[in-house]
């Protein structure tokens, strides 16, 4: 397969061929993951349809798994919230990593990390998809089956995501574990970071609200 | 429990905080309703009645002199109703002409023969056994006092000669039940061993069906790291006294027991059905424990779990449990599903201000109230009735009737998951396995659902087994056909004969 690689594509033939490359990413990662942004076989398009699609089925998991498996509590439900729990997270590993790695000699760009990590989820859309079929045809006591696959499907990407970061930033399997662990420190100090300067804008907010009340009232 | 925040992540959360922020605080009031039931969430769904207020008998009703003064246990057999008025130190026998009508039949003070005093000391529970004698807990003389029908000493039960008993401490007998060979199981305060036990010929047996002790692994470590001084004023991992014990009509004990805050976020259950062995056999397979109020937040000047003072178990095996926290009545069924919850602290009919003990006489309920000195008598309503049919009828084996029941009940309450669970196990039963289906889904019951699915896929596969086959035969034969026939025309095409003719 690497050695097909064709110059003078089209874009469209270019979007496709791309798209194929994620299954070769999934079933090959170090070899994938590497052609990824050295050999230029990926493209923004192709990591921009693996998201969306990831998204897609997170949504239509909601309605069409058996409720054996989820349960929906659809007047607390928050489309967009759910779709922030795929969408932050993934922000906050790009920008993390990317500002750790660019540190210590990571040859990843940022698109590139958002490439890769795109093209990690491959595996993620491919199991649960078949899997939200398949979970309307057991019964409680063959559930066992669902919760198995369905974990194997997170691991599986999860695993995707630590070869593509190597091989992209082109570390050692040591050096990229430790970015690894660095990248997660790094998501809890954003997290906190902005925990802290949303509080304070709220309370910025609401010093001026509090003002402009008291200036009401007494006029 | 498990379910609300299934899919929301921390992040969900983070962002919600920062949403929450901005929005100005409002303060949620909702109407009170008398009547209500958990649905699989856990919100709160208004119910109609299933039970009136019929009346309220206080003293002056009854026609007693000396008023009822604290009064505490209450045993029903028959249609005779026997109350402890323990501030008096008397007994009153009380005869149920209708539910609006208690009639006194006698007022004991004292017995006849004996060694012992003749009088009760605070009596806080009576029963009486198959043979009708009588059994009263005489909690300020010490003893269990065992006497015929008309009051003459036969036997008393004291404090159980047990080497783990401190010698020091007072037997106060609290509440007991009497099964059918006259053996006594009783609460006594002081005593978290279980319930203590005495063979018929009054000899103590033992203690049985002591609650589980549970803690937490991070106290366990400091009490690990205290020193002597510092492990003496922490708690002590012991188990809980009982509040209360029922015997039903197969001789299993019902027995209640207040919970902390923690036992009633995790879920653990405020009743235990004990059998002979003392092993709890409660089923539970409601989506909340058999515990009362879900919401322990305060209101009204109440707050922390409900403490289940009492419970009765009506021969359709319901339990109704009477709360003494917030004045409320809980019903549950065989399966530890919630019935109905009802009632209050207040001075209204039907609301309570210090109810301390509950029986039944058929379907109806009597509630004593200490603090009101008063007997409220419940009686069900229509609705109520027809709950109880439906229940009965599926107990019998009517399954038809009981889903007729069930769909009059659902078109009076269509948030009653009762109802939908109660309509798809009549049509379980029928071998209406899709519809079944259809009613457990709406109400998330799974294990039902799923036994209803499996009899729906064997009978779906049985029928299009020729298609299942079919198709699985196609899908083998025909990439191995477009296999063969394209290595014949590879064959054909790179036959050595063709070349040669090519090649001229």
Redesign the interface.
Same mark, same amino acid.
């Given at each position: 397969m690497i050695a097909n690689v064709r110059e003078n594509l089209t874009p469209k033939e270019k979007y496709i061929d791309s798209l194929k490359f994620a299954l070769y990413c999934t079933t090959h990662p170090l070899d994938g993951f590497w052609d990824l942004t050295h050999e230029k076989r990926g493209t923004y398009a192709a990591a921009n349809t693996i998201l969306a699609l990831a998204l897609l089925i997170r949504i239509l998991k909601l309605r069409y798994t058996s %409720? +054996?498996f989820?349960?929906?509590?659809w007047e607390?439900l928050n489309i967009f919230?759910?779709l922030?729990?795929i969408v %932050?997270?993934l922000t906050l590993w790009v920008l993390g990593n990317w500002g750790l790695t660019t540190l210590f000699d990571g040859k990843g760009r940022l698109g590139q990390v958002y490439m890769a990590t795109c093209y990690a989820f491959t595996p993620y859309v491919l199991i649960q998809f078949p899997l939200m079929i398949f979970s309307n045809?057991v019964?409680?006591?063959e559930a066992e089956f669902y919760s198995v696959v369905s974990l194997l499907s997170l691991v599986y990407s999860a695993l995707l995501i630590i070869a593509a970061m190597g091989q992209i930033h082109e570390y050692s399997a040591g050096k990229n574990l430790l970015f690894v662990v660095a990248t997660l420190f790094a998501m809890l100090v954003m !997290?906190f970071i +902005?925990?802290i300067f %949303?509080?304070m804008v709220?309370q910025g !907010?609401a010093y001026f609200i509090s003002l402009g009340k008291e200036l009401m009232f007494r006029m | 429990m498990r &379910? &609300?925040n299934?899919?929301?992540?921390t992040?969900?959360a983070?962002?919600?905080?920062?949403v929450v922020?901005?929005q100005p605080v409002t303060a949620c009031a909702e109407e009170k309703h008398y009547t209500y039931n958990y649905d699989?969430?856990g919100d709160v769904q208004e119910s109609p009645d299933l039970y009136s207020v019929s009346k309220v008998l206080t003293s002056s009703e009854l026609g007693l002199d000396v008023k009822l003064k604290n009064p505490q246990g209450l045993f029903a057999v028959g249609n005779s109703l026997y109350l402890c008025d323990s501030g008096n130190n008397r007994i009153i026998e009380l005869n149920r002409v209708s539910p609006e009508k208690l009639e006194v039949v006698r007022v004991v003070d004292s017995i006849k023969g004996g060694s012992g005093p003749a009088t009760f000391n605070n009596p806080t529970d009576i029963s009486v056994s198959e043979d009708g004698n009588i059994f009263i807990a005489d909690q300020g003389n010490a003893r269990i006092l065992k006497v015929d029908k008309d009051f003459n000493y036969l036997m008393e039960f004291i404090k159980p000669t047990d080497n783990t008993l401190d010698p020091a401490l007072v037997f106060q007998p609290n509440k007991l039940v009497v099964d059918t060979a006259e053996r006594v199981y009783c609460i006594a305060s002081g005593i978290n061993k279980g319930l203590v036990k005495y063979e018929n010929d009054g000899t103590f047996s033992g203690f049985v069906g002591a609650t589980p002790v549970s803690f937490e692994w991070t106290d366990y470590i400091w009490k690990k790291l205290a020193s002597q001084e510092q492990r003496a004023k922490l708690e002590s991992f012991v188990p809980t006294e009982y509040e209360n014990i029922y015997m039903d009509y197969e001789g299993f004990i019902y027995a209640t027991k207040a919970r902390t805050e923690d036992q009633a976020r995790s879920d653990e259950n405020a009743v235990r059905k004990l059998n002979l062995m003392g092993d709890d056999i409660l089923v539970s397979n409601g989506n909340w424990s058999v515990g009362g109020d879900l919401y322990l937040g305060s209101g009204g000047g109440y707050e922390g779990p409900s403490i289940l003072t009492d419970v009765t178990v009506m021969d359709n095996d319901i339990y109704v449990c009477l709360d003494r926290n917030r004045g409320r009545l809980f019903a549950y069924d065989d399966q530890g599903r919630m019935v109905f919850a009802f009632g209050g602290n207040g001075n209204m009919d039907g609301y309570f201000r210090r109810p301390s003990a509950i029986e039944h006489i058929g379907h109806e309920l009597y509630v004593v109230d200490s603090l009101d000195c008063s007997i409220t008598s419940f009686v069900p309503t229509e609705f109520g009735n027809l709950v109880y049919s439906a229940i009965e009828e599926f107990d019998k084996g009517n399954y038809e009737a009981s889903g007729n029941y069930w769909q009059q009940v659902m078109d009076q309450n269509g948030n009653y998951d009762l109802a939908y669970i109660g309509i798809g196990r009549a049509l379980l039963r029928q071998e209406q396995y899709k519809d079944a289906m259809k009613y457990f889904?709406l109400k998330?019951d799974?294990?039902n @659902?799923? &036994?209803a @699915? &499996?009899q729906y896929?064997k009978e779906w596969v049985e029928a299009h087994i020729g298609w299942i086959v079919a198709i699985i035969l196609i899908l083998f034969l025909v990439p191995l056909t477009i296999g063969k026939i394209k290595s014949i025309k590879w064959q054909i095409d790179n036959a050595d004969i063709f070349k040669v003719e090519e090649n001229r």
């Open positions: %409720f +054996l989820m349960e929906v509590y607390d919230m759910y922030a729990s %932050f997270p045809f019964t409680v006591q !997290i +902005l925990m %949303f509080s709220a !907010i | &379910k &609300k299934l899919f929301i992540r992040l969900a983070f962002i919600g905080v920062s922020l901005f699989y969430w889904e998330y799974r294990e @659902y799923s &036994k @699915y &499996k896929r």
